[in-house]
C-alpha cells in the first residue's frame, strides 16, 4: 500500500524550501522598498512603475515606457538616498522597461 500523499500550502511549501523562502523574502523587500520611496514618484508615473529583482547589483524597478524609465533613472539618487535613510543599503537602482502582459 503506497504511503498516503501529504497536502502542503504554497506557503508551506515556500517555507520548507530555503532558495524558495530566500526568492519569497526579495519579493517581499522589493515591494517594501517601493512602498518606501512611492511619495517621491510623481503621481501619474505610479501606475507605470513595478518593483523588479534586488541582487548583487542593486535593486530593479520595472516601468511600463520609456518616458517613465528616463523620469524615474532622473529620480534615482532621491531615491536611492531615502532608501539610505530607513536602513536599506541600495548601492544602485537599475530601470528596466518592461511592458505588462
Known amino acids: 500500500m503506497p504511503a498516503p500523499r501529504r497536502s502542503f500550502t504554497l506557503q508551506q511549501a515556500v517555507a520548507d524550501s530555503q532558495p524558495l523562502a530566500r526568492l519569497s ?3 517581499r523587500e522589493s515591494a517594501e522598498r517601493l512602498a ?3 511619495q517621491l514618484i510623481p503621481p501619474a508615473m505610479r501606475t507605470a ?3 523588479g529583482p534586488i541582487d548583487e547589483n542593486g535593486w530593479c524597478l520595472l516601468v511600463d515606457n520609456s518616458a517613465a524609465a528616463a523620469k524615474l533613472r532622473h529620480l534615482a539618487p532621491l531615491l536611492q538616498q531615502a532608501l539610505r535613510n530607513r536602513g536599506w543599503e541600495v548601492t544602485a537602482i537599475r530601470v528596466k522597461i518592461q511592458k505588462r502582459l
Do not use: E, F, K
Open 49 to 51: 512603475i513595478r518593483p
Open 36 to 38: 518606501a520611496v512611492q
Open 25 to 27: 523574502a526579495l519579493v
